[in-house]
Antibody, heavy 124, light 107 residues
Framework: EVQLVESGGGLVKPGRSLRLSCTAS????????MEWFRQAPGKGLEWLGFIRTAAYGRTAEYAAPVKGRFTISRDDSKSIAYLHMSSLRSEDTAVYYC???????????????WGQGTLVTVSS | DIQMTQSPSSLSASVGDRVTITCRAS??????LNWYQQNPGKAPKLLIHAASNLQSGVPSRFSGNGSGTDFTLTISTLQPEDFATYYC?????????FGQGARVEIK
């Protein structure tokens, strides 16, 4: 089955770090850019960043609100993408989604496969 | 950043109705516009890509139109499973941005 499964969410104190994982199956993971989004409770969707394929150097880009705090990486041998989050704040509380980017080479055109999401709650 | 504005933010409709949701971009994004459907507690699902291309497996009652700054998503005959929130999203420039969502509720 073609799917993405996120894990690693939970309750974390402000200022701490957390690493989310996104495990892919059913497709050739290394052929796709992987992107991360989040959705705060009752709010809309926010893009966080992406990592390109090895063909493009596994380079990453980030949204301004998380640049310098969040890092995206990937292990193509394990078909896993990671979102490393540091210096977490209460406003980072959200459901975090990983997605597969399609339609483009250097930049994705759309996101056709989403994980189920994992909830991160930042609270003391 | 490119701002995406959807209207209406919510609407009430009945099964069988024709529903149209509008999305406006703050600058010309050509046809780099996607539509997603989200049900409560679920991940978004891609419906339409590149403004008017139906994603594989999506029913043909969904259609998209537009280019430049103005886009529409139309559901020709609303079905019970279509009551959800719909988001437009631009893929012209990073940061990728979404509209605020349009909630389709049962009348």
């Amino acid at each position: 089955e073609v799917q993405l499964v996120e894990s690693g969410g939970g309750l974390v104190k402000p200022g701490r770090s957390l690493r989310l994982s996104c495990t892919a199956s059913g497709f050739t993971f290394g052929h796709f850019a992987m992107e991360w989004f989040r959705q705060a409770p009752g709010k809309g969707l926010e893009w966080l960043g992406f990592i390109r394929t090895a063909a493009y150097g596994r380079t990453a880009e980030y949204a301004a609100p998380v640049k310098g705090r969040f890092t995206i990486s990937r292990d193509d041998s394990k078909s896993i993408a990671y979102l490393h989050m540091s210096s977490l704040r209460s406003e980072d509380t959200a459901v975090y989604y990983c997605t597969r980017g399609v339609g483009g080479s250097y930049f994705s055109d759309a996101f056709d496969l989403w994980g189920q999401g994992t909830l991160v709650t930042v609270s003391s | 950043d490119i701002q995406m504005t959807q209207s209406p933010s919510s609407l009430s409709a009945s099964v069988g109705d024709r529903v149209t949701i509008t999305c406006r971009a703050s600058q010309n994004i050509r046809i780099h516009l996607n539509w997603y459907q989200q049900n409560p507690g679920k991940a978004p699902k891609l419906l339409i890509h590149a403004a008017s291309n139906l994603q594989s497996g999506v029913p043909s009652r969904f259609s998209g139109n537009g280019s430049g700054t103005d886009f529409t998503l139309t559901i020709s005959t609303l079905q019970p499973e279509d009551f959800a929130t719909y988001y437009c999203q631009q893929s012209y420039n990073t940061p990728w941005t979404f509209g605020q969502g349009a909630r389709v509720e049962i009348k």
